[in-house]
């Protein structure tokens, strides 16, 4: 099967194979009952990774195209793909939410979470923690094994241990950001990182721009913090930016919070142009974006550099 991959292009491999498979089939290149290459030969013959044509064939299957059988691959559907919509329909109504500051723990939202997870068959989808690798336990012995152990035990700096701090520096740096070990703080994960930046940012009757929906965890900072919160409408292609530079213009807000890459909930991930120009409002109207890019690492395809690049 012959697919040309726009490796420099912004969309994902996986869903421009998806996408050339779903118009093969469209226009009738590939029949009902027909089966696709298998997994490893397409991978090869793309000279891209399996996971990534695992993804494409999951999202066709998702899509009600194709189907697996057990052992025997991925065959196109007998559905008529006339009617099948292959179109996004991601288009929620653009209403802006608006709360009153309140008194919202984390822990009042993040506990039935934790208890709905225990019935079976419960798929959370209010945040997305990646699989362990399989041979974890091996890098976790090899890590060990490789320094010298009481590295690990003594306390260290508030802003955590130097040699992760220069770690983590190196590797933002090979992304083209300009950072030095002394301007990092190693966290606790995302959730405090997120409480440092916005307690910095946020003072009790501050308004505070989000995306609508967002990840709930923010949400209960900023309330803890008594702020107002303006949630402002996700659009295919990420934050409405009319909507957002109206309320820019007419509620000062003191921070933006995005979440640009595999926003979570909706996944989606907002193009260099989206970012470009969400940049240039900010700065139009002297409010500072909180970036939240947690999940960035665990992308298979390359994402758009962060928006402060
Ligand atoms: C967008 C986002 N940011 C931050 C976090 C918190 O991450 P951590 O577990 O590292 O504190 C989550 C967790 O789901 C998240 O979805």
Redesign the pocket.
Known sequence: MKILLERQSHKPIYLQIRDRISSLIKSGALKSGDRLPSIRSLAESLQVNKLTIIEAYNVLEADGIVSARQGSGYFVNSVSLKSANLESTFAPAQNVIITKPGKCSFYEMYTPLVQAQTQPGMINF???YPRPPKDINLIARRALKQEDADIFFPHEMPQGQLTLCRQIAQMLVHQGLEVFPENLIITN????G?SLAMNYYVQSGDWVIVEAPT?Y??ISILENLGAKIIGIPMTAEGMNLDLLEKYLHSHRPKLIYT?STFH?PTGLTTTQTHRQQLLALAEKYECPILE?N??EGINFDAVPAPIKL
């Open positions: 209010g945040y997305g994960g995302s959730q405090q997120l990840y965890g923010a979440i979570n939240d947690a999940y």
